[in-house]
């Protein structure tokens, strides 16, 4: 963090990294109750929902959309294949990947999805809600290109 003042004086409070993580463990907390009923964990229910948007995937495309690596993907897809929301097979015309699709029962999860009131939980207007959700994105956009200069 670069600020006017000294490191030493700067508060964990004012870091823009701690701001992003205790908000994503406040959303944690708001979506507990859904992934009780879903019988699933956060990342669980982003990668059911990202299948939901676009079903029959390669692992690796799934993957890029949710920002995971596929030793971090694997794991949760073979998870959901054990619940019964979807399964893996090899693709036909390129036995190297590995595509996804979700089952009937994975697509049932859709039905008590969406309980959660966000726009509300956040206490916002529906247009305040989509303009900070896209200045998060483009924050997200940044960092990620700022990361693949330093590498």
């Not at 823009?16 to 205790?22: G, M, R």
Request: with cysteine; aromatic share 8%.
């Amino acid at each position: 963090m670069k600020a006017n003042k000294n490191a030493q004086d700067t508060r964990l409070a004012e870091f823009l990294c701690f701001a992003v993580y205790s908000t994503n463990l406040a959303f944690g907390k708001v979506y507990r109750p859904l992934l009780d009923e879903l019988g699933l964990t956060y990342t669980q229910y982003v990668t059911v929902v990202a299948l939901w948007e676009e079903d029959d995937q390669t692992v690796g495309s799934l993957g890029e959309k949710l920002f995971l690596e596929s030793n971090t993907l694997t794991p949760i897809l073979k998870k959901l294949e054990a619940m019964g929301h979807v399964e893996r097979t090899r693709d036909p015309s390129d036995e190297r990947q590995v595509r996804v699709r979700l089952t009937n029962s994975g697509r049932r999860l859709r039905e008590k999805a969406f309980g959660t009131d966000l726009v509300e939980a956040c206490g916002m207007s529906a247009t305040e809600f989509r303009r900070l959700q896209k200045e998060i994105v483009d924050l997200r956009t940044n960092l990620l290109k700022f990361a693949g200069k330093q590498s």
